[in-house]
C-alpha cells in the first residue's frame, strides 16, 4: 500500500501498539489484493477453464508450504 509524505510522518507518532495495528491493517489490505488478483486469474485462467475447484483444493496447501507452516 503506497503511502503519502503525510500518511508516513504520522506514523512515526502512533504508540507501538498503534504501529502495530497499522501494520496488520497495511499487511491485510495487500493480502485483500493479492486474493483479488488471485480470483481474478482462477476464472479466467487461460480463457477455458474455471479453476475455482481446484484452487479450494489446493490453496491450503499452498499458503501452510510458503509460509513453512507445519500442522
Same mark, same amino acid.
Given at each position: 500500500m503506497e &503511502?503519502?509524505?503525510?500518511t508516513r510522518a504520522l506514523?512515526? %507518532?502512533?504508540?507501538?501498539?498503534? &504501529?502495530?495495528?497499522?501494520?496488520?491493517?497495511?499487511?491485510? %489490505?495487500? @493480502?485483500?489484493q493479492v486474493i483479488q488478483e488471485l480470483r481474478s486469474m482462477t476464472r479466467n485462467y487461460q480463457r477455458e477453464y474455471d479453476m475455482t475447484? @481446484?484452487?479450494k483444493a489446493i490453496l491450503p496447501d499452498i499458503i501452510l508450504e510458503e509460509l513453512h507452516i507445519k500442522i
Open positions: &503511502q503519502c509524505a503525510n506514523n512515526k %507518532y502512533l504508540s507501538g501498539e498503534e &504501529q502495530f495495528e497499522k501494520v496488520c491493517e497495511d499487511f491485510e %489490505y495487500d @493480502v485483500r475447484d @481446484v484452487l
